[in-house]
């Protein structure tokens, strides 16, 4: 699946794979699209139609469930999930704020690693 959203640029051409949103539906929840990262339930609640904030609703789920499995797997390991544990959550954090950067800069990425997993739908 492509993900591109810079209008401007001349090789940009949205086929019907391509992710895109309005430019007034990023102005208008680019905070609620930033704060899915720490709410994912918010673009649910405040802006259910919009594309760009739903996408990265759906984001924020798939890094908390992400993160909440991470955390009773490696909790399970003797000694080694000690260890690992703190680093599945720095992980998280990490990819948490590549996510925030990118809502408030009106970009629709898929974030590393998890961003082709989709759990919600996106209008």
Not at 11 to 18: E, H, M
């Amino acid at each position: 699946m492509s993900y591109h959203n810079d209008e401007q640029d001349p090789s940009f051409s949205p086929g019907k794979d391509a992710l895109t949103a309005e430019p007034a539906d990023i102005q208008q929840n680019k905070w609620i699209a930033a704060a899915a990262y720490i709410l994912f339930f918010l673009p649910l609640l405040a802006a259910r139609q919009s594309r760009f904030a739903m996408y990265h609703g759906n984001q924020g789920l798939v890094l908390l469930l992400l993160n909440i499995v991470c955390n009773i797997v490696l909790g399970w390991i003797p000694f080694i999930g000690l260890f690992l544990v703190p680093l599945a959550n720095l992980a998280t954090l990490v990819l948490a704020v590549i996510g925030i950067v990118q809502a408030t800069g009106g970009q629709l990425k898929p974030l590393p690693i998890i961003g082709t997993i989709s759990i919600l739908k996106v209008p």
